[in-house]
């Protein structure tokens, strides 16, 4: 069975950063494309991240660009989301999500089949 744990959601001030954690169990971590996404209130999930399988590549939309940074760590089946320079409009539930296919490009939304249950990040202004 396919589980991801996110952990690392909190408050935190405008300007502030946080490192966003998601640990991958059952599946074969080091061969999935991962991405983190977010959705907040009356708003579509989207992306924020993404890496691939070997981690060498990575994407960011332009709204988190610079300021966000995904990697991963094959050994403990992780990956992660380091967040600087929080604004009040990334208040959202952060949720990790693993590519469905093996060695795949996880190149849209629907590639991804595996999701964790989120994470809260709150930013104040």
């Known amino acids: 069975q396919v589980q991801l744990v996110e952990s690392g959601g909190r408050l935190v001030q405008a300007g502030a950063s946080l490192r966003l954690s998601c640990v991958a169990y059952?599946?074969?971590?080091?061969?999935?494309?991962m991405g983190w996404f977010r959705q907040a209130p009356g708003k579509e999930r989207d992306v924020v991240a993404r890496?691939?399988?070997?981690?060498?590549?990575?994407w960011y939309p332009d709204s988190v660009k610079g300021r966000f940074t995904i990697s991963r760590d094959n050994a403990k089946n992780t990956v992660y989301l380091q967040m600087d320079s929080l604004k009040p409009d990334d208040t959202a539930i952060y949720y990790c999500?693993?590519?469905?296919?093996?060695?795949?490009?996880?190149?849209?939304?629907?590639?991804?089949?595996?999701w964790g249950q989120g994470t809260q990040v709150t930013v104040s202004s």
């Open positions: 999500a693993a590519d469905r296919e093996t060695y795949g490009a996880a190149s849209s939304i629907s590639s991804f089949g595996y």
């Open positions: 059952g599946l074969p971590f080091g061969s999935r494309a």
């Open positions: 890496i691939s399988w070997s981690g060498a590549s990575t």
